[in-house]
């Protein structure tokens, strides 16, 4: 049984919410209510949401970007879940990637990651992604700038992982 749904306007409140937790705010972007609203109506991305047992409440969302391009380069612009660790980010990522490969049918979903997010790093590489490269200072944090890694995998080694056609 599917644990996302399409997210609506109504969900940025959460989505924001969910950004700004202490456990996100080192390894995601923060983006205004606004830049969410913006690029939820936009043809190029699809937001999706975790609902939690709390009405009202999220357990996650992600971001996906690039399905109004021809490269069929899609990007996993965000991944956040409001309690890490407890297992929710692998079915989700699971997910995604169906999403991206059986739904949007990407030919390949790329992402990049935090040198110092290991769990993350652990978690997209146990699913099949490849390291592709470093960004040098690629990020900011405060007045200090960090090196991202860039993660991709593709339509072919989806299927081959993941068994599906
Ligand atoms: C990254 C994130 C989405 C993962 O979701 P999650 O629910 O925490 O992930 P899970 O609990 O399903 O899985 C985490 C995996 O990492 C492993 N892990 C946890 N801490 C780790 C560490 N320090 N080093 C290596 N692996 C680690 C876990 O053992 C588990 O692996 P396993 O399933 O092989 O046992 C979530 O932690 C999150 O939202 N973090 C804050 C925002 C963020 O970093 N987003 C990603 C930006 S690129």
């Known amino acids: 049984m599917p644990i996302l749904r399409p997210a609506t306007p109504a969900d940025i409140p959460e989505i924001v919410r969910l950004e700004r937790l202490p456990g996100s705010q080192l390894y995601v972007g ?4 606004d ?4 690029t939820l109506s936009s043809p190029d991305a699809r937001y999706y949401v975790a609902d939690s047992p709390t009405p009202g409440t999220l357990a996650a969302y992600a971001i996906l970007r690039g399905l109004a391009e021809a490269s069929g380069s899609l990007e996993l612009k965000r991944l956040v879940v409001a309690t890490p660790g407890q297992g929710l980010g692998r ?3 699971t997910e995604i990637l169906a ?3 059986l739904t949007h049918h990407a030919h390949r979903l790329f992402l990049d990651v935090y040198d110092d997010n ?3 790093r652990h978690l997209y590489q146990s699913l099949g992604f490849v390291h ?3 960004m040098r200072d690629a990020a900011r944090r405060g007045d200090q700038y960090f090196p991202l890694h860039l993660l991709s995998i593709l339509d072919s ?3 081959a992982l993941h068994n599906s056609r």
Request: aromatic share 14%; hydrophobic share 35%.
């Open 118 to 120: 290991p769990r993350a």
């Open 91 to 93: 079915p989700i990522l």
């Open 35 to 38: 830049r969410h609203r913006a």
């Open 157 to 159: 080694e989806y299927r």
């Open 99 to 101: 999403l991206a490969f």
């Open 132 to 134: 592709e490269g470093t």
């Open 30 to 33: 923060q983006w205004s209510e």
